[in-house]
């Protein structure tokens, strides 16, 4: 009996060891071990999981970023061609289907060199404790942590312009979308996410981007805005036509939900346009969701476009 208590101690003793060290190794693991599907309570996932329902979907953004680095290192310095200085711009946020839009429009603006990234988006779940927020936590990506500038954003909060939740930030695809661009193309950066409630208004807008303006000579600004919904490819090809017009000739202070599903992010980035001077508004494609699916009844419309000296 003896033996038999002494057999059961030892075999307790080696699975508690056992398991203390798979713990203590779990607790050293480099970033980019971390599992995409853990819940973390001090960092956000970038919006990796959806490719899992999406036909090798997670083959497509490794695929991309991989062949993208491959291209980049066998350019010489000479053949690398500086764009004029871009200010910022328009990109959906409807990811993995729209990922070719978004990625044209990320290489068209990857010759920029900013120290903090502005991003724009709607608050599509209606979380926001403000009307506009903003979070101070990092975002994971596989390439490395995204921090956020968190001088930039004290600034801005001493100023009553934004506040921190970070609650409303778990699942915000406006801002997870574009995370994983960001830190590929630039590595260094910082980034002040902002998401934008629905009851904020066009002064509002004004205001947030005339404090904005100061920082254009270390900032790169990005809306992340899908335009018409649910509409045919028909009517939402209309509509989205319409709308790159008015975009075009600068009439954008009365856009509604029916054409965007943020007026109050692209109104900031014009506004911030307008402050600023010089800059053109320069379509890069205008899209809907049918060029990259089959289904024709219930759209979303895309307009990426850039704000270029």
């Not at 900013?114 to 404790?129: K, Q």
């Not at 009553?160 to 997870?176: G, M, T």
């Not at 009365?254 to 109050?264: A, G, N, R, T, V």
């Amino acid at each position: 009996m003896k033996d038999l208590i002494k057999i059961i101690f030892v075999w307790l003793a080696i699975i508690f060891c056992g398991g203390y060290l798979l713990t203590e190794k779990n607790s050293t693991r480099t970033q980019n071990e971390i599992s995409y599907t853990k819940t973390q309570s001090n960092f956000f996932l970038g919006d990796f999981h959806k490719y899992n329902d999406f036909p090798e979907g997670k083959e497509l953004i490794l695929e991309y970023f991989d062949s993208e680095k491959n291209r980049q290192n066998n350019l010489s310095p000479k053949k690398v061609k500086k764009n004029e200085k871009i200010i910022g711009g328009i990109v959906s946020h409807h990811i993995p289907l729209a990922f070719p839009l978004v990625a044209d429009f990320y290489d068209n603006i990857k010759s920029e060199n900013p120290e903090v990234i502005f991003i724009l988006g709607p608050d599509h779940f209606h979380r926001a404790s403000f009307d506009a927020i903003t979070t101070d936590l990092p975002f994971y990506t596989p390439f490395g942590f995204l921090e956020t500038d968190k001088k930039v954003i004290s600034a801005l909060e001493e100023k009553s312009l934004i506040k921190i939740d970070n609650k409303a930030f778990a699942k915000e695809h406006s801002i997870l979308s574009q995370v994983f661009f960001l830190k590929y193309f630039f590595p260094k950066a910082k980034i002040v996410p902002l998401i934008f409630g629905q009851n904020i208004d066009i002064k509002d807008a004004k205001i947030i981007a005339e404090n904005l303006r100061s920082f254009e000579e270390k900032g790169i600004f990005i809306a992340s805005v899908d335009f018409s919904h649910y509409l045919s490819l028909k009517d939402a090809k209309v509509l989205d036509e319409n709308t790159k017009k008015k975009l075009e000739n600068y009439y954008f202070e009365d856009l509604s939900m029916k054409e965007c599903d943020s007026p109050i992010s692209l109104q900031v980035m014009f506004f911030l346009a307008e402050e600023l001077g010089n800059y053109n508004f320069k379509v890069l494609q205008i899209k809907n969701s049918a060029d990259f699916s089959q289904i024709t009844d219930r759209t979303t419309g895309y307009i990426s476009a850039i704000f270029q000296k």
